[in-house]
Each structure stands twice: as structure tokens, then as C-alpha cells.
């Protein structure tokens, strides 16, 4: 089998070249040093903005699952987009005063040497937290122990090095933040783009729902003309064993909000476009035309500029109790039934 390098990986090139390009411009650290077939990988964490004291803070996420690459493309773009903006942006100079941005763009580096879901283990990381569903789940798909010879296997010796580096990050900027929006960038569901939110174990009501809610509002108001997503709890489409974003949901060490979204970028209608993706497995969850591939990493700034520019606004932190309990309300009965 041939050897692999950081020749084959696109993702893990460009994180390397922004961090030797911009490291005057941020803070960085490898949450977990790895190696594979003789290549040091690391998983790294790169901060701008406010680091002094609590902030709002808004944490992009990618590569989880290594064959899903789009995403992580995704959250390299937004973060080079920003990084070349500093010098001249007074605007985003403001906001990175009062607001904490964090990135990890491939959390799951040897996924994508592999060029697989899972890590170097060949454990799911989603389906690797110490969380089960509440009901039955799907066979394989909702995470299974099994046999890593087959997909979705959760493992059987706790959390993988790789899920608990992320969740001791997450619970870290929980604890030293006023809120904490997470978006963690996925590609391979449906013909449509989803944002899925807790729980994926439990039919249940996510208790910061109404922050969603609220979000959700803004988002449609601001942008009448960008609400191409299909924003719902994850259970309403299938549940799932080990899910990181419910587990960091239910362990976060501060009472203020964390709010955790999936986009889930709806990958089938590229296949659908293009049905010779079909006869390449990274076809099924990454546009291969040029044309296309650019479309994808233009299209979701908007969602990911709102999302910082909410934070900025302290839009979180603003709501008292009482209109959380009517968010919450509306939120609950809005989603109360399956889209």
C-alpha cells in the first residue's frame, strides 16, 4: 500500500500554510499530537479576539469525519477570509476586542490520510462519546460495537484521543465564556443543507432551544432570501448512539449558553448534478466540479458571519428569563412535530 504524506491532503496543507503565514495574528495550539504511517499530524486549535477575560465566543468545527473534506474546506475558507481581512477590516478589528473566535478545521487529521469517517482506530467520533439513545436506533447507521471492520462503530475503550481533546476544548471555553456558539461543518444527508441541533440520543426537548429560536428569528429576518437550511432537532431525522455535540451539551461546566449546531451540508444533490460522483466514494460527500466546489465555500458566510456578528451583539446574553421562557415555548411547539 502506498505511503501517505501531507501531499495528499489538501486541508491539512492549508491549515499548516495560514498558521505559518498568520501566526502573528493568533494564538494556536495542537490539542493532540499524532502520528500516522510515519507522519506527524496534529490536531490544532486556533484562536482570535478577546482572550482576557469571559467573552462571547463561536467555535467552528470541521473534518470529523475524514472523508467529509468539504467541511473542513469550508471552515479554512471563512478563517483565511478573516485572517486577510484584519489588517484593513476595522469593523472585524472592533469585534475581535470583545468577542473569542475559535477554529478547529480538522479534528480528525488521520481520517483524512485514510481518506475514511473514522480515525486511525476506525472509530465514528460521532458515535464516540459516552452517550446512548434513548430508543432503538438505526442498525449501524445510529452508531454500533459491533466490529470496526464495519461503519459507524463507536469503540469499546471510552472516548478516543481525538473526541476527548475536542470536548476538554469545548468544556474549556464553556467555562471561560459568556456563551458559546458551535458549528461543526458536515457534508453527506439529503438533497437539502441542514442545521441539526441537540439531541440526536433523545426525542426530548433540547433545554436551550429558545436560543435557537431566537437565532433562528434574526436569521430569517436579517437574510429573508438565504433560508435554504432546514433547521431542526437531530432526532427528528434519526437518532444516534455517541453523539459529542449532546454529550458536551449535557456535561458543560458553566450555566451560560451553549448553543451546538451541524451543519449538515446536503451532499446527494451534488451526486444529483453530477451522477459520476458516484464511481468515486469521495463523490458522495464532496462536489467535484470547480465551479461547484467554489459555490459551496461562498455559500455558507453568510450563516457563519451572522453567527459571530450574534455574538458580537451579545444577542445570548441579552435575553432575560422570562422571554427565554416564552423562546423556549414557541421553540418547543414550533418543532414539536417532525419537518
Known amino acids: 500500500m502506498a505511503k501517505f504524506s501531507f501531499e495528499h491532503s489538501f486541508e491539512i496543507d492549508t491549515l499548516k500554510r495560514l498558521?505559518?503565514?498568520?501566526?502573528?495574528?493568533?494564538?494556536?495550539?495542537?490539542?493532540?499530537?499524532l502520528h500516522y504511517r510515519g507522519e506527524p499530524l496534529s490536531v490544532t486549535a486556533i484562536e482570535l479576539g478577546k482572550q482576557d477575560a469571559p467573552c462571547p465566543t463561536v467555535l467552528f468545527v470541521g473534518g470529523v469525519h475524514g472523508?467529509?473534506?468539504?467541511?473542513?474546506?469550508?471552515?479554512?475558507?471563512?478563517?483565511?477570509?478573516?485572517?486577510?481581512?484584519?489588517?484593513?477590516?476595522?469593523h472585524l478589528q472592533a469585534l475581535l476586542k470583545e468577542v473569542r473566535l475559535a477554529f478547529v478545521p480538522v479534528a480528525n487529521p488521520v481520517g483524512f490520510l485514510q481518506g475514511s469517517r473514522s480515525n486511525g482506530?476506525?472509530?465514528?467520533?460521532m458515535r464516540?462519546?459516552?452517550?446512548?439513545?434513548?430508543?432503538?436506533?438505526?442498525f449501524l447507521v445510529g452508531?454500533?460495537?459491533?466490529?470496526?471492520?464495519?461503519?459507524?462503530?463507536?469503540?469499546?475503550?471510552?472516548?478516543?484521543a481525538e473526541t476527548q481533546v475536542?470536548?476538554?476544548?469545548?468544556?474549556?471555553?464553556?467555562?471561560?465564556s459568556t456563551s458559546v456558539i458551535a458549528l461543526d461543518a458536515h457534508s453527506g444527508f439529503g438533497l437539502s443543507d441542514h442545521i441539526w441541533f441537540p439531541y440526536a440520543h433523545t426525542r426530548k426537548p433540547f433545554e436551550a432551544m429558545g436560543y435557537i429560536y431566537h437565532l433562528k428569528q434574526l436569521f430569517d429576518r436579517g437574510y429573508p432570501h438565504h433560508g435554504h437550511y432546514k433547521l431542526a432537532p437531530q432526532s427528528h431525522f434519526y437518532q444516534t448512539h455517541g453523539d459529542i455535540w449532546d454529550y458536551l451539551a449535557q456535561t458543560n461546566p458553566s450555566n451560560n449558553p451553549f448553543i451546538p449546531l451541524t451543519l449538515e451540508m446536503g451532499s446527494w444533490a451534488w451526486v444529483k448534478k453530477n451522477p459520476r460522483q458516484i464511481f468515486n466514494f469521495s463523490g458522495y460527500f464532496n462536489p467535484q466540479k470547480t465551479h461547484r466546489?467554489?459555490?459551496?465555500?461562498?455559500?455558507?458566510?453568510?450563516?457563519?458571519?451572522?453567527?459571530?456578528?450574534?455574538?458580537?451583539?451579545?444577542?445570548?446574553?441579552?435575553?432575560?428569563?422570562?422571554?427565554?421562557?416564552?423562546?423556549?415555548?414557541?421553540?418547543?411547539?414550533?418543532?414539536?412535530?417532525k419537518p
Open 19 to 33: 498558521i505559518a503565514q498568520y501566526q502573528g495574528l493568533f494564538r494556536h495550539q495542537s490539542l493532540l499530537d
Open 67 to 90: 472523508v467529509e473534506r468539504i467541511g473542513a474546506q469550508v471552515v479554512l475558507a471563512f478563517l483565511g477570509s478573516l485572517l486577510n481581512r484584519l489588517s484593513w477590516d476595522s
Open 121 to 125: 482506530n476506525y472509530v465514528d467520533l
Open 128 to 138: 464516540n462519546a459516552p452517550i446512548d439513545a434513548e430508543e432503538k436506533v438505526t
Open 143 to 160: 452508531g454500533h460495537r459491533l466490529t470496526n471492520k464495519l461503519p459507524w462503530y463507536r469503540g469499546k475503550k471510552g472516548m478516543e
Open 166 to 176: 475536542l470536548v476538554d476544548y469545548v468544556h474549556q471555553l464553556q467555562d471561560s
Open 293 to 337: 466546489h467554489h459555490r459551496i465555500l461562498r455559500r455558507h458566510v453568510v450563516l457563519m458571519q451572522f453567527l459571530i456578528e450574534a455574538a458580537y451583539a451579545n444577542v445570548l446574553e441579552n435575553i432575560n428569563q422570562a422571554q427565554f421562557e416564552r423562546l423556549q415555548n414557541d421553540a418547543e411547539r414550533y418543532w414539536a412535530k
